[in-house]
C-alpha cells in the first residue's frame, strides 16, 4: 500500500520561498508522474505542475516563472519551490502520483502566507 | 474562473440517480480525456473516473462517466448518504498546455 508523506514549512512571509517535499513509501517511485495540486481555502484545485521520475517537467504557465519542481529517486522524493510567494498563494498543497488508473494523493500541507 | 464549468451544486434525495456537468471546449474536453475526483470534507480528493469512463479498482460501478463533444457528465445512481462531497472535472488542455479543474459541484443528499 502506498503512502505520501508531505513536509514543508506551513508559514511564509510575503516575498519568501514556498518549499515542500513529498516522499513515496511502500511503491514504485518509476512510471509515474508527480504532480502538486493546491486548493485555496473554500475554493477549487488547481494544477501547479508536474514531473516524473527522469525529472522532465510541465508547469502551469500562470506559475512557471516562480515554480521550480525537482525528484531525488535515491530516496523517492519529490520537490516543490514556489518564489516570491504572496497572500495568493496561501493554500493546502497537494503531491500526488498519477498514472492512469492510479492517483494517490498526500495528506495536504496548509501553507499560509502573512506578514 | 475555471476553464471547465461545474454548476456549483446539485442536489438529490437517497436511491436516487443524479447527473453532475462539465463543459469546456475543443482544446480540453473535446480532444481529451476527462478525470472525476470525489472530495469528501476535510479530506484529499480521490480519483473516481479516469479516461473519461473508466473507473479505478474500488469505486463501485454506481458511479460512471461520458463525454458529449465538449461537455463531460458524471452519473451517479442509487445515491447514498455518503456520496455527499465536492466533484471535481479535469482535463487537459491543448491551448494552454496545463491540466486544467472545473469549479467543483457541491453533491448535497436531501
Known amino acids: 500500500q502506498v503512502h505520501l508523506q508531505q513536509w514543508g514549512a506551513g508559514l511564509l512571509k510575503p516575498s519568501e520561498t514556498l518549499s515542500l517535499t513529498c516522499g513515496v513509501y511502500g511503491g514504485s517511485f518509476s512510471n509515474y508522474f508527480y504532480n502538486w495540486i493546491r486548493q485555496p481555502p473554500g475554493q477549487g484545485l488547481e494544477w501547479i505542475g508536474e514531473?516524473?521520475?527522469?525529472?522532465?517537467?510541465n508547469y502551469n504557465p500562470s506559475l512557471k516563472s516562480r515554480v521550480t519542481m525537482s525528484v531525488d529517486t535515491a530516496k523517492n522524493q519529490c520537490f516543490l519551490n514556489l518564489t516570491s510567494v504572496t497572500a495568493a498563494d496561501t493554500a493546502v498543497y497537494y503531491c500526488?502520483?498519477?498514472?492512469?488508473?492510479?492517483?494517490?494523493w498526500g495528506q495536504g500541507t496548509l501553507v499560509t502566507v502573512s506578514s | 474562473q475555471s476553464v471547465l464549468t461545474q454548476s456549483p451544486s446539485a442536489s438529490q434525495t437517497p436511491g436516487q440517480r443524479v447527473t453532475i456537468s462539465c463543459s469546456g471546449s475543443?482544446?480540453?474536453?473535446?480532444?481529451?480525456?476527462v478525470y472525476w475526483y470525489q472530495q469528501l470534507p476535510g479530506t484529499a480528493p480521490k480519483l473516481l473516473i479516469y479516461?473519461?469512463?473508466q473507473r479505478p479498482p474500488g469505486v463501485p460501478d454506481r458511479f460512471s462517466g461520458s463525454k458529449s463533444g465538449t461537455s463531460a457528465s458524471l452519473a451517479i445512481r442509487e445515491l447514498r448518504s455518503e456520496d455527499e462531497a465536492d466533484y471535481y472535472c479535469?482535463?487537459?488542455?491543448?491551448?494552454?498546455?496545463?491540466?486544467?479543474f472545473g469549479g467543483g459541484t457541491k453533491l448535497t443528499v436531501l
Open positions: 475543443g482544446s480540453n474536453i473535446g480532444n481529451n480525456y
Open positions: 479535469a482535463t487537459w488542455d491543448d491551448s494552454l498546455s496545463a491540466q486544467v
Open positions: 479516461s473519461t469512463n
Open positions: 514531473i516524473n521520475h527522469s525529472g522532465n517537467t
Open positions: 500526488v502520483r498519477e498514472n492512469d488508473a492510479v492517483s494517490d
